[in-house]
């Protein structure tokens, strides 16, 4: 009997020491803030615009290659092996040229999403330390690692009004 009271003692202990600790733990939902922020939308608009009109681009040119391509090869019989086989390298040339820019492209583009994406992030760095020494919060978790909560402790919602209210726009041009 004795060592029933203990260990309930000692349960109760723990159940309020974990209730303390609840209440500075929170929750958010990084990628809403990251997605759903007018930063965020501003930043994914202009580089899903930038992306399609390239496409554009790099397709119209692509198919330019490949008309060309077609021409020598109906040509092969009227010019000269010589004549061809200049041709034929010079459209070479233009191949590689025209798959190292699109190379440089993806390149770019992936760059300046992981650049928005820091920047970003720094901005929220700031304002979560800022938020968490105001409220007297411990911990803030991502909500991907959150199996149950109560939605009382999400905070999703007041860190993006601060979010969108500091970070109107990260300037991608």
Sequence with gaps: MRYLKIIFF???ILNFYNLSFAEETYFIDMSKLLNQSKAGKEAQDFLKKKIITEDKKLKEEGKLLKK?????IAKKKTLSTDEYKKKLNQLREKNVKFQRKRANFTTAIAKQRADARSRLLKALDQILTKYMSENNIQIIIDKKYVIM???KIDLTDKILEVLNKELKSLNLK
């Excluded at 060309?68 to 020598?72: A, K, M, S």
């Design 10 to 12: 000692v349960l109760l």
């Design 149 to 151: 909560a109560n939605s």
């Design 68 to 72: 060309e391509e077609i021409d020598l």
